[in-house]
């Protein structure tokens, strides 16, 4: 008989049980996804003393849209109520610079956290089953130590361990998709790719900014730590596409017809309704120009400096060298800015964050 599958804690984040550690731990620079610059451990100008966000109901009106795309993968609450025991930050002064160093550490555990559950739930990838789940128990256990221990993780090794392991699974869950392409790490900003068939593609790491994905089909599509800021998919298939989040989710531009896997949303801010012309992926001449050229488009917030954010979560199990989250700046979805070499450097000196994510940002409370 298998052993059942280890249960960590949540990985989806809730706002109302932490104290609003993103909004204070990590930084952020003023541009197309914040308004104001804000360096790491001090509180955002919109945090309420209930560690509330002032504007949750207009923060792309705001001009903070890098706040919609961030995504703890519910470390915020871990290290609030567990590690610290319920005491934040305002009641613990002499705790706060260590409570900020030990979240993006948690929240890097945390993404794999998200992507090793992903991948046990994968039937092709049955072989690697037991690997992936002493690599999840692993994991929890690294994110489940004291202050002390959470900061003393090696946290690029343990990634490297669990990158290879999910591509693994990948290869497995991809093997039966004839003729699937070879991206993985590529440079596809502003790339053509509309209507294409990118089944069963490896898109790990990729850059994807401002690309045309309109109408193409990604299903089985390897997406982990993809850049998809930006990137259109208006109509494109993610059924099943492999390590998407809603970080990246939340940065790319769909619609009401993009149809997505199960367990991920359609963002708010995205059009309810499919657009007036040619439906997405006939357009005349452009299908499955992989690859093609930057059209245009402009290489987005990226950057370190830019803090903007996007898409890339995952980059750092990506195993493209690239991090997935750890620190870094607020908002940048991919984590991106930081680190489409893995040098980055984020919130706490230790690489980049990974901000990656979709965060729907903190409750408003009215
Ligand atoms: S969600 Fe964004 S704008 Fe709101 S308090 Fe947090 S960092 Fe500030």
Not at 91 to 98: G, H, L, V, Y
Not at 255 to 281: E, I, K, M, N, V
């Amino acid at each position: 008989m298998t052993a059942p599958d280890p249960t960590p804690v949540s990985l989806v984040s809730d706002c109302g049980s932490c104290f609003g550690l993103c909004c204070v731990a990590l930084p952020f620079a003023a541009g197309a996804d914040f308004a104001v610059d804000k360096s790491a451990g001090t509180p955002c100008r919109n945090l309420q003393t209930d560690f509330t966000c002032g504007i949750h109901a207009r923060l792309r009106d705001s001009g903070f849209q890098g706040c919609t795309v961030y995504d703890c993968f519910g470390a915020g609450q871990r290290v609030s109520q567990v590690t610290y025991g319920g005491r934040s930050w305002r009641e613990e002064p002499p705790a706060a610079s260590r409570m900020f160093e030990v979240f993006p550490v948690v929240r890097q555990l945390h993404e794999l956290l998200r992507y090793l559950t992903e991948a046990l739930s994968l039937a092709p990838a049955r072989p690697v089953h037991p690997e992936l789940r002493r690599a999840l128990a692993e994991t929890d256990r690294l994110a489940a130590g004291t202050p002390e221990e959470i900061l003393a993780v090696d946290v690029p090794a343990h990634r490297q361990t669990v990158a290879e392991l999910l591509l693994k699974a990948s290869e497995l869950v991809r093997a039966g998709v004839p003729r699937r392409r070879e991206h993985r790490g590529a440079d596809l900003f502003g790339a053509r790719l509309r209507g294409a068939d990118l089944r069963g593609a490896n898109l790990r790491g990729a850059l994807l900014v401002a690309a045309d994905l309109a109408g193409a089909d990604l299903r089985l599509a390897d997406l982990i730590g993809a850049d998809l800021r930006d990137a259109n998919v208006a109509g494109a298939d993610l059924t099943d596409a492999l390590f998407l989040t809603q970080a990246q989710l939340n940065a790319a531009r769909g619609d009401a017809t993009t149809r997505l896997p199960a367990g991920l949303t359609r963002p708010a801010h995205w059009p309810r309704t499919a657009p007036a012309g040619p439906a997405a992926g006939e357009a005349a001449g452009t299908r499955g120009s992989t690859g093609a050229g930057r059209s245009g488009g402009r290489r987005s917030g990226g950057g370190a400096q830019g803090g903007r954010s996007g898409g890339r979560s995952g980059g750092g199990a990506s195993g493209d060298g690239r991090q997935a989250g750890g620190r870094g700046q607020r908002g940048s979805a991919s984590g991106r800015g930081q680190d489409r070499d893995g040098r980055g450097q984020d919130r706490d000196g230790r690489g980049r964050d990974g901000r990656g994510g979709g965060r729907p940002g903190r409750p408003g409370r009215g």
